[in-house]
Every structure is written in structure tokens, then in C-alpha cells.
């Protein structure tokens, strides 16, 4: 049975949103083609239908859940968010949270274009929290960004240990409750 263009369109897209929360859940290596296909209700054959290799899936679905979370952040006020972020829901469910602090560390070790869907994610990040141009000269924009990247870093590292930890372990909410309360006390001074 031929499948039309709007609903071939229409699968591509449910199994790179599939592969988006299946790769932050266990990880690029975690999650093989088969399983993939299967869970988004196809066959494995008709993988290649859709996409030339898993890399290519890997960033679409990486670009995806970049775009999720700039939809699910664009309007929030950031002590809500830092507040969501480093929370103990967000840690334990990765298949729906941060694309950064589910699959940085499997990113590093892939082809260069899906380093660069990250890159490019965490620009449009950066870019996301950007107070409105407040900077006077590039030294001030500088600085802004600086502050902004390690806010970043701190947030992703953060959640990234207290996932490290045993589920039932006191530094893992450890972990989330001390950071919580530094980038708090950032936004507030």
C-alpha cells in the first residue's frame, strides 16, 4: 500500500520524536534501530526509508529535542526554570527533559554533525536567556555571555551528577538542592 507525502512526512516525524526521548532515556549506543522503529510502531526495514544512517536520526532527534526544550522554556521566568531544572521530577525522568545533560556526553563522541546540532542548540540557549541588550560594549557583552555559559554549565552539571548517582542516594539530592540554591542566589545578586 503506498503511503502518501503528507503521511510519510508525518511518520519521519513521530519516529525522530520517538528517537528523541528513547536517546535521552539510554543513550545513543543504549538504543539500536530495531528497538527504535518498534517503539514508534514500524519495522525495522522501513528505517531507511526515512533516514540514510542512525547519525542522521541521531541529529534530527538531538535538533528536536533542542526545539522542545526552547518551546517548553521560551516564555518561563528563570526562577521557575532553574527551580524545574535542578528538580528531582526533571532528574528522574531524562526521556522528557534536557537534551544537554542526557546526551553531552555521548555527543562528544560522535561524527562532527551531531557536535554541531549541539553547538548550534546551545547557542540558540544562550541566546534564549540573553536579557534584552542591556550590554553597552563588547567587553559587557562579553562578560553577559561568559555569565550565561557558566550558568549553563553549572545547570547540565549539575543535573548531569545527581543522573550519576543511585536513585535512592542522599547526594543526588544533595547534588540538586545545592546548586538549586547557588544559581538562585546568582539570579538574585
Known amino acids: 500500500m503506498k503511503v502518501s507525502k503528507a503521511q510519510a512526512q508525518a511518520n519521519r516525524a513521530h519516529i525522530v520524536e520517538t528517537a528523541s526521548t528513547l536517546f535521552r532515556e539510554r543513550g545513543y549506543d543504549g538504543v539500536s534501530v530495531a528497538d527504535l522503529m518498534a517503539a514508534a510502531g514500524f519495522t525495522h526495514g522501513g528505517f531507511y526509508k526515512h533516514f540514510r544512517s542512525k547519525a542522521d536520526l541521531m541529529s534530527e532527534a538531538a535538533a528536536?529535542?533542542?526545539?522542545?526544550?526552547?518551546?517548553?522554556?521560551?516564555?518561563?521566568?528563570?526562577?521557575?526554570?532553574?527551580?524545574?531544572?535542578?528538580?528531582?521530577?526533571?532528574?528522574?525522568?531524562?526521556?522528557?527533559?534536557c537534551t544537554l545533560a542526557a546526551l553531552s556526553a555521548d555527543a562528544a563522541r560522535q561524527p562532527e554533525e551531531i557536535k554541531a546540532v549541539f553547538a548550534q542548540g546551545m547557542e540558540r540557549i544562550l541566546a534564549g536567556v540573553a536579557p534584552a541588550s542591556v550590554e553597552v560594549d563588547e567587553a559587557s557583552r562579553q562578560t553577559a555571555r561568559a555569565e550565561r555559559i557558566n550558568a549553563l554549565a553549572h545547570l547540565v552539571g549539575a543535573l548531569m551528577l545527581s543522573r550519576a548517582c543511585p536513585d535512592d542516594s542522599a547526594l543526588a539530592d544533595e547534588i540538586l538542592e545545592s546548586c538549586r540554591a547557588t544559581a538562585l542566589a546568582r539570579l538574585q545578586g
Open 64 to 97: 528536536c529535542g533542542f526545539a522542545q526544550m526552547e518551546a517548553s522554556t521560551a516564555q518561563a521566568e528563570r526562577a521557575a526554570l532553574i527551580e524545574g531544572y535542578l528538580s528531582r521530577e526533571h532528574r528522574d525522568a531524562p526521556g522528557e527533559g
